[in-house]
């Protein structure tokens, strides 16, 4: 199978305090590996230098050959992040956001009907012209994970995903990860969560003290 | 002790406590050198309250003796007797749409389904609000005292007069506070009846409620032209105040209408105590918790939370999906924008725009070099500010933003455009109405949409300059955690547009001199890409 990501002494600092020592990482098309360490290992900061919102030290990170800062656009149509507490525009329905970022990603095409079979299929459709601000934080989560479905992906990085998620719509969850997988996407899991760990991972990662090991 | 007046004793000491903490005094403190202390804290916060009221007392005495007024204190009356109106209508407008009765979401949780007495929770949330109603009409009171016995003095101040200052302010203060409680406590009457709950006989009532709070309020507006209706509104009110404020009184005269202030009071006290036995306090609270947290924040000077919740209250709960024209990329960021700024539209911000609009205005239609560049300063701070406005709320939602596929430099175009384009239609309306010669006016018509991208493009710098992240990602409310324009962003933006809009205002006010216009389009220019590269780097390269 392809490497999708790969990641070449990729470290961060916080002034002199390093939070991630160099690591080289890669993440393999049709594989789910998970990324598991004590709070404060700097699992958080991995995951925002890989997905592009924090600019590591030092380190290169290529999504399918394309660099993350020299060719932002195009590593960035080919990956899709969640942040373990999502936030949206307050002015902005479910919907309007959905179509925002489809159509931001240049996949305006079927919208409508991709977004109506989603947001259902994680019971949000109800829920769809409310302003998200007005969600709790499980349907919070959900919207976050749609947003990075509502558009084609080779990437997808999760942070804590279903910390707040109830059992049904985990087991929803792990189903849906298990059939992206076999469609050939990348996954990267951040999880305190045993069960997800033991369900889904091909492959662990363990970080402890900012050092990158795998499991 | 009952568990109302127990919360109501707390939160009172509670506040207290802050208040006096503010002025710097501790009442937690039980030393004996802090109990010294607040003798000296009482006599040196009593000293400086009668300074300024004496002097807020003497300069509105100099205003009413430019006046010439017949009678200072009929004047004092009436404004007296136009506050409490005013204030009172107001109250009960408010009292009509939402619970008077504010409560947190701790109260929702903790008191608003226990079984306690309505009505001592209608008293005491009602006492409590008032402490904090009142004030202003105690200032305002002493403040007119102060005036009265000022416009009696004929040769200034002195010590022997500090007792007829106090005792004709305490006269005052004895007739305008019961006065204005007996309205608050009529206006929450109103209120409690709204939230009875199971109030079958009357239901039909409660609708017709707000419209005629309205129809009253058009019949005090209408009033003011009709002497007969006026005379009515004025005795009802006028007879009491008049022991307030009128100089010559019989000290029975002063009774009976001291009695009548207080028939008032406990009029309005009975109405709320028997209105509010069967208020419906979970529909209270779901009302008002929002509004609890926005009083909460404003308490706490967090200014910026209470916008954001305030926001969120305007805001509603549902949309239906905006049928605002959409084009794939890029061109999403603005139709994102426009639904942002349609549906978040108020007065507030249009102040801001009307703001720039004078100073472009000034900045055109002044001939004097020096405060041309003055207003033009002034007009690229609040540029920078109000252009900025959409960024710093899009970098509270880091994650999206910075997921999407696009250049930086596109983004920020896209960020800044809509606000941009509001700023160069401002400024080329401003140059219109100052009606410049046309070559003039044609180059000044070029290097403004250069100036504002150069003033947007500075502030934007700032911020981004000085945003985090990790800060950004933080789990808190985002837009806190968003960098505002400093000083640094302010001087930056200064020195960018200081030379191309000097060049600009120097050809304005010489109009031989036209070669320093046309010199500036080309520096602005290469100002403005210089910003944009610097900004787009400082996006690119946030840590």
Known sequence: ?215 | MDPVWTLFSRRTFAQLAYWLSVLGYNLRDRTRTNRFYFVYFCIFWLIWITAVFALLGASSANFVRSLQVASPSALAVLIGVFSIVVWSWIQLWQATGRSPFVFSEEDAYLLCQTPVSRRKVGLAWFLQSWIGNALPFAAGAIVISFTLVELTLQHGVDYAHLISYLSTSLRALAIVLPLQMAFQAFSWGIGALRLRRSWRSGAWLLGWLRPAVFVLGLILLVGIFLPGLRAVIMTLLSFPLEAAFAGSMTPVGWLIRAALDLAYLGAGLLFLILCSDKIHMGRAAQETQLHAAVQLARGSWNFSLADILEHRQRLGTTHAPSRLPARPGVWMLIWKDAIQSLRSLRAGQALGWIFVFGLGLEIFLLSNFPVQMVMGALWTIALGGLTTERLRTDLARWWLLRSLPLRANDLLIAELGLSCGLGVLLGWLALAVSGKPPLLGAFAAVLVPILVAISALAAAHDILSHSKTRNLMSPSIAEENVARQNIEGVIRALLSGAVPMGMMCWSLTHPAQIGWALAAVPLALMIMIFNLRTVGLAYRWME
């Open chain 1, 1 to 215: 199978m392809p490497q999708i990501l790969q990641a070449t002494g990729l470290s961060h600092s916080y002034g002199a305090f390093q939070a991630l020592a160099p690591a080289d990482l890669t993440l393999t098309a049709g594989e789910i590996s998970v990324l598991e360490g004590p709070n404060g290992s700097g699992k958080s900061t991995l995951m925002l230098c890989l997905a592009g919102l924090m600019r590591p030290t030092e380190g290169t990170v290529r999504i399918e050959g394309y660099d993350l800062y020299a060719d932002e656009p195009e590593a960035k149509r080919r990956l899709a992040f969640m942040p373990d507490v999502p936030r949206f525009y307050a002015e902005m329905t479910a919907w309007e956001h959905l179509r925002f970022l489809a159509l931001a990603h240049d996949a305006g095409e079927g919208f409508e009907s991709r977004a109506e079979q989603l947001l259902k299929e994680f019971g949000l459709w109800e829920a769809r012209n409310l302003l998200p601000h007005l969600y709790s934080r499980g349907m919070s989560l959900k919207l976050g994970l749609l947003f990075a479905l509502i558009r084609p992906f080779k990437v997808l990085l999760l942070d804590e995903p279903t910390s707040a998620l109830d059992a049904a719509t985990s087991r929803m969850f792990v189903a849906r990860l298990a059939a992206l997988r076999g469609q050939g996407a990348a996954i990267l899991l951040s999880t305190h969560d045993p069960d997800l760990k033991s369900g889904l991972a091909d492959r662990v990662f363990f970080l402890e003290h900012g050092r990158l090991s795998v499991a």
